[in-house]
């Protein structure tokens, strides 16, 4: 019985077909010589979508800043005409106003202040 037990179990020094993984075929390139190698092809070509694609980012940075400034902007104007003329009974405390000038003021002096460091500093 021995014998017959032997026959069917499989060895364990039999190798496994590698059939799920393809064989590398030439010498592997490190990523550095790779890219190079795809930038001395077409410099222009790279450089100028490069070019355009940071162009389009700083136009959508700067009319997205500019769009919040205006809608901050007219709020702002409203609440100050309201408190002027004292439309429909509306009165805040100086102080709130105040903090809201002031508010407005920062706000607009960030996003600008974001956008020239970051998006144009070339």
């Known amino acids: 019985m021995r014998e017959d037990s032997m026959e069917t179990k499989p060895a364990l ?6 059939s799920d993984k393809p064989a590398i075929q ?12 795809r930038t001395k092809r077409r410099p222009n070509s790279i450089s100028k979508k490069g070019e ?14 500019l769009t919040n400034s205006r809608f ?5 104007l409203i609440v ?25 003021i920062g706000e607009l002096a960030k ?4 956008v020239m460091r970051f998006l144009f500093k070339d």
């Open 80 to 104: 100050i005409l309201l408190q002027g003329f004292h439309l429909w009974g509306f009165n805040l405390p100086d102080q709130l106003l105040y903090a809201l000038l002031a508010a407005t």
């Open 111 to 114: 996003s600008l202040a974001v």
């Open 26 to 37: 030439g010498k592997p390139r490190l990523v550095d010589q790779a890219s190079s190698q």
């Open 13 to 18: 020094d039999t190798p496994r077909p590698s």
């Open 52 to 65: 355009e694609q940071l162009l389009t980012l700083r136009s959508l940075a700067l009319n997205n800043v």
């Open 72 to 76: 901050t902007l007219a709020w702002i």
